[in-house]
């Protein structure tokens, strides 16, 4: 069975603080990795995973997929109140079931001023 | 807003009734997921479209869930003989030909007394 693991489950800091989530996966026919933001509503894309060593980078939030270890970080830098969210990692199977996403748990950032 | 709508957004029912929900995907999209999230966990997979056709439904889905898209279009999804333990997000997703990424509608959360 797929299995998504992240953690820390949940992780408290200060505005202005730099935090790595980690995200480990056992998805079968993998293809993809991706994250996304949940702010007590319908999860928000953030970015797709495809290739290993790649970092993707979108303002003060960058991601990088390992493939042959199997996992991903999601870093976020100088992080600000808004960024307070639950971050879900989800791995993309293919074959039959392509496009079905195993979740995560997720992780809780709460960012204080 | 992702393009993908859900209707109804809230649902309260008591125990035994039947409900339906609907979701309208990305109108170019030909896929659409169904998901269902409980409080403190990950969405969990329960059925996939490519256009009309159901190409796999999850274990979670009991004999009292069903789903269609008739059209390849909106999707509805019924459950029959509501339980308590029903009780959670149900989350609409859909994605295009080429594109992996799943866009997520606003969800329809759903209490049974």
């Known amino acids: 069975e797929d299995k998504v693991v992240q953690s820390p489950l949940s992780l408290v800091v200060h505005e202005g603080d730099t935090v790595t989530l980690n995200c480990s996966y056992e998805?079968?026919?993998?293809?993809?990795l991706l994250w996304y933001k949940q702010e007590k509503k319908a999860p928000t894309f953030l970015f797709m995973l495809?290739?290993?060593?790649i970092e993707k980078k979108s303002g003060r939030l960058s991601s990088i997929l390992d493939k042959k270890e199997l996992f991903s970080i999601l870093n976020i830098t100088a992080t600000q109140t808004g960024d307070s969210a639950v971050y879900l990692c989800?791995?993309?199977?293919?074959?039959?079931?392509?496009?079905?996403?195993?979740f995560g748990q997720g992780t809780i950032l709460t960012v204080h001023p | 807003d992702t393009g993908v709508s859900q209707d109804p957004r809230h649902k309260i029912t008591k125990r035994g009734q039947n409900v339906t929900f609907r979701c309208d995907p990305i109108?170019?999209?030909?896929?659409l997921y169904w998901y269902r999230q409980t409080l403190g966990q990950g969405p969990e997979f329960l059925t996939y479209?490519?256009?009309?056709?159901?190409?796999?439904k999850s274990r979670l889905l009991s004999d009292r869930f069903s789903a269609e898209r008739p059209k390849g279009s909106f999707s509805t999804l019924e459950i029959q003989r509501t339980e308590q333990g029903d009780s959670a997000m149900y989350l609409c997703?859909?994605?295009?030909?080429?594109?992996?990424?799943?866009?997520f509608g606003p969800g329809t959360r759903l209490l049974v007394l």
């Open positions: 109108s170019e999209h030909n896929r």
């Open positions: 479209f490519q256009n009309e056709a159901q190409l796999e």
């Open positions: 997703a859909s994605g295009g030909r080429t594109q992996e990424t799943q866009y």
């Open positions: 989800a791995g993309n199977a293919g074959g039959t079931s392509y496009g079905k996403l195993t």
């Open positions: 998805v079968t026919n993998f293809r993809s």
């Open positions: 495809t290739s290993s060593g």
